[in-house]
C-alpha cells in the first residue's frame, strides 16, 4: 500500500486550547456501527506527534498519519500477537473514521500512528472491539422495538 505523507500541522496553541475533541487528549476509541464496521475516533496532540516524528528522524513533511487494524479474535485462545489486517493514511485534521468490511463476531485492535520510510510507529492502541454477530444485532433490534 502506497502511504503518502501528510503534514503534521503545527499551531501556536497550547495543546489544551487545540483540541475540539471532548474525551481529552492521546485517547483512541472504537464503537460498533453495524456488525461488519465499527467507528474510531482519536486525538493526539501536535506537540506529541512533532516529537515522535524526531524520534524517526524525520521532518514533519515526510510523515504520514494513519491506522493499523489487527485482527484479534484468536488472540486469548492462541496468546499469539494479532496480524494486521490492513493500513488506512488519514489526513493530519482527520480525527475519526468507519473501519468496515469486517467479519461478523471477529475481534479487532487499532494502532493510530506514524509512516515513515516504509515503517509504522505506532502511538496510541485501542482496546480490543469485539464485532457482534449479525443474528445478535437482528435480535437486538427486535427486542428493542427498531425496525431497521
Known amino acids: 500500500m ?11 496553541k497550547s495543546d489544551s486550547q487545540e483540541s475540539p475533541c ?5 485517547r ?8 461488519d464496521a465499527f467507528c474510531v475516533k482519536w486525538e493526539i496532540g501536535a506537540a ?10 524525520a521532518d514533519e513533511q515526510e510523515v504520514a498519519q494513519g491506522l493499523r487494524v489487527y485482527d484479534a479474535t484468536n488472540l486469548r485462545i492462541n496468546g499469539k500477537p494479532p496480524h494486521p489486517i490492513r493500513e488506512i ?11 468496515d468490511r469486517l467479519r461478523p463476531g471477529g475481534t479487532y485492535l487499532v494502532d493510530f500512528g506514524l509512516f515513515h520510510d516504509k515503517r509504522f510507529c505506532p502511538v496510541l492502541r485501542s482496546e480490543p ?5 449479525r443474528n445478535q ?3 437486538q433490534r427486535l427486542h428493542a422495538g427498531g425496525s431497521r
Not at 471532548?22 to 492521546?26: I, L, S, Y
Not at 506529541?48 to 528522524?57: D, F, G, H, N, P
Request: aromatic fraction near 8%; proline fraction near 9%.
Open 48 to 57: 506529541r506527534l512533532r516529537m515522535i516524528a524526531s524520534y524517526l528522524q
Open 89 to 99: 493514511c488519514v489526513q493530519a485534521d482527520t480525527r475519526e473514521t468507519v473501519v
Open 137 to 139: 444485532m437482528f435480535w
Open 22 to 26: 471532548p474525551f481529552g487528549h492521546n
Open 129 to 133: 472491539v469485539t464485532m457482534p454477530a
Open 2 to 12: 502506497l502511504i503518502q505523507p501528510v503534514p503534521i500541522h503545527s499551531q501556536s
Open 28 to 35: 483512541i476509541l472504537t464503537a460498533v456501527k453495524r456488525p
